[in-house]
Structures are given as structure tokens and as C-alpha cells.
């Protein structure tokens, strides 16, 4: 019955939406609107994550010039400009653009379609997806405004294999559907969707039993009665939650809830919980894996056999190499995949996994996605590893693998040369999770990310060379980690990571020639091996969480903990909240290049100080008032804001206190 009434979501907005899409360049959008984009839009400007998820999924991203300040995790969007949030948009920065199309949240159609924001360029509104129907029209949808409805097809294909593989897996665990509930943090106060809402729709095609508290409300406001009342098994939230809601749960009150009680408590990227767009049947699936780990890991409750389904080969030029491919597999009912490199003749390699190794004829780096993490937890990774190599055809006594929660098609592969030594890194990476600063942070456990290194060389490396490179390749890329500014995950504000805790690396000692004993910064070959590691390490770390150099202040803020204008809602900006306006102002300035280096100087000097390096920091003062002069058109004003948050560091809050107090002073 589940099934049935699940797929029937589907039919209606499906017809609806294709009959749209049957007229070149017609789409309705969320206000009802029959919106005619001729010609096909080549400069658009998308302030809604949803929308621009989708065209990123369906690879229409070359016509995107601008997004929002929520769009930084895809590797497509790197360099593109954020002219705004998906609820305040200075029109200056997106008439700058010229778009032939705006797409905007609802919080924004008022003002677009007044023409203030893109002048006479059509806009869309295209909020979040009142269901997970309406999500699966607007693919479709989309993917004929952009001319690409084969891969918008591809795409809904994709989530309804999850959906279809979940509704087996479930049926067959014999258990009734946990209750399960989304709890969302909103200016001060806790909500949960409306029971019609495509959060509860992934709730129940996860398996479990979503509240029923309001059918037309998008949220509804919650408190510890009503949870107390549902009692739910399953409690997630969007990770910048975490802080309000551990708060809420800790009352005396919710001391007996099942999740509570259980520690059934989780987190999940904001771009999964706080949308439908192309990606719902892989959150419903990483969602389910928490409701039935130990049922999942039964092979009994298999939806579909383990098995090879695909691979691409690679191109690694080493003397040693026979080939080198990445193998997509079946296990435990979704894809993993592995890069797979075998070599003509048995070599030794020093692995962070195995230790030294002799005789070895395959090595590897093995991607496990989220939805297997908790059934690997429960039965251990040694099935895993044992399954995958049964699959891959591989010997345990002779192959030796490492593994990752980072994506495979994130691969970065950098070849450098220096006369006859050629040296190879392959990284992928993932960063956003459990990035850690060795020696201050604890050794907790987090769900992975990992950092992991494959370096091959074409110079044959002694045991001392093949154990000193482990170094080298360390420092690599814990400076790759550092130019890119990633956070530690336990301590954001306070720490830049150091790498992940559970990276991993393979040195293969083979090769030819003379034995290299010592490969140290000082030797060229160990120049050439951390130039190969840094730059495969920057460029995985892009593919895999859409990091890279210049990112806005925006993001960098968020990697930090803070949402800047949630900083400024509080009791301590009142001086500021008493100006109209106040808000698309304070974006305004913190997207400009002028202000935002402001607090990027301050980041700076915050990492500083905490390393020992600062011994004053009074003469940032000049800079900071220089910046509230200028916000306030040229007067000399007085820094008046106090943002009394006791966890922001000094340089940091005298930067933000500037930057509120100029847009306070600004004349109309």
C-alpha cells in the first residue's frame, strides 16, 4: 500500500509540469505563473539553492553568472559570484550581471518582479518544493527550459531507484516504521514541518512514521510538549542547528524521549535537510540507513544482488603499472566504487592501513557512501572489505587497500616530472565533517571525510625512502588543508585543521633504477612528490566539497559556525535593527570586496593570535574604524555596536562591530 501511494505522488505534477515543458520555454512557477524564457537563458542569476542544485545536476551550470551565499559546496560554482542571499539581494550586485533570467525564493518575488533586482529580465520563483512530487516536476521542468531533459530524466531516474530500493529494503525488516522527526531551528524558536511537507515525504520513503500535526503549514512551531507527545525513535537536523537544538533537548522534560534516551540523535548536511531538488533519494536513503542499520546489515534483507556493474579505466604512466581503473559495485544495494591499480609485477608499498607490505599485486582506495556507513559500523569493515574484494576478484594477502567516505568521481590525479623521475599523487578528499587540528582537538569519533594519498614513482624507493615519504606527503597536504583555510570540525572558531582523522596514504616503493633512500623536501624527488600532493589535494578538495581560494566571507563565516546575519538579531544591535533597511545593507557590505577583506583580515589575525603571533592587536583598530567611516558615507562615526558573543574572537567581533555600526550611520 506504502508503495503504491508514494509512487502516485508523482503522476499529476508530472503531467502538469512535461504539458509545460511541451511549450519550448514556458515554465510555471510557485506564484502560478506561466513564465515564457525566449530565448533559452544564457545569463542567469539564481538566489534559490534549489533551483540552482538542479541545474548544476543537470549540467546547464555554464548559463549561471550569480547565486546565492548557500551555494558554495558544488566544485561547477567555483568563481561564480554571490550576489546575495535567498532572502536579501542588493540590486546592484544583481542588475550588475545583466541576467536574461532571475530565479528568486518567494521571500524575494516582490521585489524582483517589481522589476528593482534584474530590471525587464523574466524572473521565476522557485522556492522549496511544497512535496517531493513537485520536486520531481520541476526537474523536468528545468531540463527543458535548459534544453537538457535527457539528463533532468537521468536524474529523476537516479532518485527513483532510491525511492524504488527502499520501498523493498523496508517491507523486508519486519519492523514497524520508527517515528522520526525533523526539528528546525528558526530565529529563537524549534519547528517541524507540516505533515505535507517533503521533508516528512522523505521521512516516510525512508521508512519511518513522520508527525501529523498541520496539513497546510510549511512549519510549525514545536516545544517540549509535543515532542514529549510524539516520542520520536529519530531525531535529525541540519548541522548548523546542532547547537539550538542539543540546548532544547536537554531539558529535564525530554529526558525519556526515545532519541534522547537512545542517542538517536542526528545531523545532516543543510543542503539535504533543507531541500527536495536532486539529491532526494540519496538523503532518503542515508536517512533510512539510521532507522534500520542492523536490519540492512542482514544479506537476507538484500533488495538486489552484490554485484560489478561498471568501471573506467585510467591512464597512470608508471613502468610498473599494468592498469589502472575505477570499478563501480553493488554492496549492501548501492553503488561503491573503487580505484583499483594492479601492476605486472608484485612490488612493496608502506600503507597508513596495512603497515609495509611485500609481494603486493593491487592497491586501492575504496569509497563507501553514507547510506553503508552505519551498516559497516554494525557488522565492521572487515565485511566490507572482504565483500568488495570478492567482487573485485582481488587477493587480501596480496592487495592492499585504503578507504574513504569522499566520492570516487572526485578523483584529482597530478603528474610531475623532473628529468628521469616522474612522480604521481592520487587524492580524493572530503573535509567537512571530521577535519580535526592535531593536538588540540579531541580524539572523538566523527563520521568520515578523510583525506586519502596514493603516490606512485617512477624511481625505485628504498624502506627509509618509502617510510620518510609518508612525511613528505603529510606535510603536503596539511598545507593544502591550510590554504584553503579548512576548519577544524570540533573547533571552527578557534582552529584551521590540520587534515582529517582518518586520512590514509599508500607510497608504492616500486619503480626503477637505484634505490632513492631519502625523499625530504630537500631532495627533488621529494620537491616534486609534495608539488604533486598539494596540488591533487586542492583540487579533490574542490571536486569533493567545493572548497577553493577566495571563497566569499559568507562561506567562510559558515565554515566557522556563524550565520553573519544571525549575529546581528540579538539584544547587542540595537542601534543597528532601528535602521531600516538594515539587512540587504549589511549583505551588501559584506559581499563587497572592501569590507569583506575587513573580516578576512580579521580571520587572519584571530589565527594568529591564537598561535602566538600576535602581540597587539590595537592597530587593526584604525582599519576597522577606517571601515565604519567609509560604510557611513565618509563621516567620522564612533564604533557603537557591541556584539556580546563571549565565543567570537577579538579581532572578528571588532570587524563585524565596525562593519554594523557603519551600516547603522548610513544616510538613506
Known amino acids: 500500500m506504502k508503495k503504491n501511494c508514494f509512487g502516485f505522488l508523482f503522476i499529476f505534477p508530472l503531467v502538469f509540469f512535461l504539458a509545460s515543458a511541451l511549450h519550448a520555454l514556458e515554465i510555471t512557477d510557485d506564484l502560478g505563473r506561466v513564465v515564457d524564457v525566449r530565448p533559452r537563458p544564457a545569463r542567469v542569476v539564481s538566489l534559490s539553492p534549489a533551483a540552482t542544485e538542479i ?201 525519556k524521549v526515545s532519541a534522547v534516551r537512545n542517542r538517536g540523535i542526528r545531523y545532516y548536511p543543510c543542503a539535504l535537510t533543507d531541500r527536495a531538488a536532486a539529491h532526494a533519494g540519496y538523503f532518503a536513503a542515508w536517512l533510512s540507513s539510521a532507522l534500520f542499520a542492523e536490519q540492512y546489515g542482514n544479506p537476507q534483507n538484500l533488495a538486489r544482488p552484490n554485484e560489478v556493474v561498471g568501471q573506467r579505466k585510467i591512464r597512470l604512466d608508471m613502468p610498473f603499472v599494468a592498469q589502472a581503473r575505477v570499478v563501480d559495485a553493488r554492496l549492501n544495494d548501492y553503488i561503491q566504487k573503487t580505484l583499483v591499480i594492479d601492476f605486472k609485477t608484485p612490488q612493496a608499498i608502506i600503507s597508513t592501513s596495512d603497515g609495509p607490505m611485500d609481494g603486493v599485486a593491487a592497491i586501492g582506495n575504496g569509497s563507501s557512501p553514507p547510506m553503508v556507513w552505519d551498516i559497516n559500523h554494525q557488522g565492521g569493515w572487515e565485511a566490507d572489505l572482504a565483500a568488495r574484494l570478492g567482487l573485485l576478484g582481488l587477493d587480501p594477502a596480496s592487495s592492499g587497500l585504503i578507504f574513504t567516505g569522499a566520492d570516487l568521481d572526485g578523483l584529482a590525479i597530478v603528474t610531475k616530472r623532473h628529468r628521469d623521475m616522474t612522480v604521481t599523487a592520487l587524492a580524493t578528499a572530503g573535509a567537512e565533517s571530521n577535519a580535526v587540528r592535531t593536538s588540540r582537538d579531541v580524539g572523538a569519533y566523527y563520521q568520515p571525510g578523510t583525506i586519502n594519498v596514493i603516490v606512485l614513482s617512477s624511481r625505485r624507493l ?155 592587536g590595537s592597530a587593526f583598530l584604525g582599519s576597522a574604524r577606517a571601515a565604519a567611516s567609509g560604510l557611513a558615507g565618509g563621516r567620522d562615526v564612533a564604533v557603537l555596536l557591541d556584539l556580546a558573543r563571549p565565543d567570537l574572537p577579538p579581532m572578528l567581533k571588532t570587524a563585524l562591530d565596525a562593519i554594523g555600526t557603519g551600516v547603522a550611520e548610513r544616510r538613506p
Open 462 to 616: 628504498s624502506p627509509a625512502g618509502a617510510a620518510r615519504a609518508l612525511v613528505t606527503v603529510t606535510e603536503a597536504k596539511t598545507a593544502a588543508v591550510w590554504d584553503l583555510d579548512v576548519r577544524s570540525s570540533q573547533t571552527p572558531l578557534a582552529n584551521p585543521a590540520t587534515g582529517t582523522g582518518t586520512d590514509s596514504v599508500i607510497i608504492v616503493a616500486g619503480g626503477e633504477g637505484e634505490a632513492i633512500d631519502y625523499t625530504g623536501g630537500h631532495a627533488r624527488i621529494g620537491q616534486i612528490m609534495a608539488e604533486a600532493v598539494h596540488e591533487a589535494v586542492l583540487e579533490a578538495l574542490a571536486l569533493g566539497n567545493g572548497l577553493a581560494q577566495g571563497r566569499h566571507v559568507f562561506a567562510r563565516l559558515s565554515e566557522r559556525g556563524l550565520e553573519p546575519l544571525e549575529l546581528f538579531t540579538g539584544p547587542d544591535a540595537g542601534v543597528l535593527a532601528s535602521r531600516a533597511g538594515w539587512r540587504r545593507d549589511l549583505v551588501e557590505a559584506l559581499l563587497d570586496p572592501r569590507y569583506a577583506g575587513l573580516v578576512e583580515s580579521a580571520l587572519a589575525l584571530d589565527d594568529a593570535r591564537g598561535m602566538g603571533h600576535l602581540s597587539d
Open 55 to 255: 541545474i548544476v545536476a543537470i549540467g546547464a551550470d555554464k548559463a549561471l553568472k550569480g547565486v546565492s551565499t548557500e551555494d558554495g559546496h558544488f566544485a561547477a560554482l567555483i568563481g561564480l559570484p554571490a550576489v546575495g542571499t535567498p532572502a536579501l539581494a542588493p540590486a546592484g550586485l544583481v542588475a550588475g550581471l545583466r541576467p536574461d533570467l532571475l530565479i528568486v525564493e518567494p521571500a524575494l518575488a516582490q521585489e524582483a518582479l517589481s522589476g528593482k533586482l534584474a530590471g525587464s529580465a523574466p524572473v521565476l520563483v522557485l522556492g522549496g518544493p511544497s512535496g517531493l512530487a513537485q520536486a520531481e516536476g520541476r526537474l523536468a521542468a528545468l531540463g527543458a527550459l535548459f534544453g537538457r531533459s535527457r539528463e533532468a530524466r537521468a536524474v529523476q531516474k537516479a532518485n527513483r531507484d532510491y525511492f524504488d530500493v527502499l520501498a523493498l529494503k523496508t517491507s523486508r525488516t519486519g519492523r514497524p516504521a520508527p517515528r522520526v522527526m525533523r526539528i528546525l531551528a528558526r530565529d529563537g524558536r524549534l519547528a517541524t514541518p507540516g505533515s505535507l511537507s517533503f521533508q516528512n515525504d522523505i521521512i516516510r520513503a525512508a521508512g519511518g512514521q513522520a508527525p501529523d500535526l498541520a496539513a497546510t503549514a510549511d512549519e510549525v512551531p514545536i516545544g517540549a510538549r509535543e515532542v514529549a507527545l510524539f516520542d520520536p525513535e529519530i531525531i535529525f537536523a541540519c548541522g548548523r542547528d546542532r547547537e539550538a537544538l542539543e540546548a532544547f533537548l536537554a531539558q529535564a522534560a525530554l529526558g
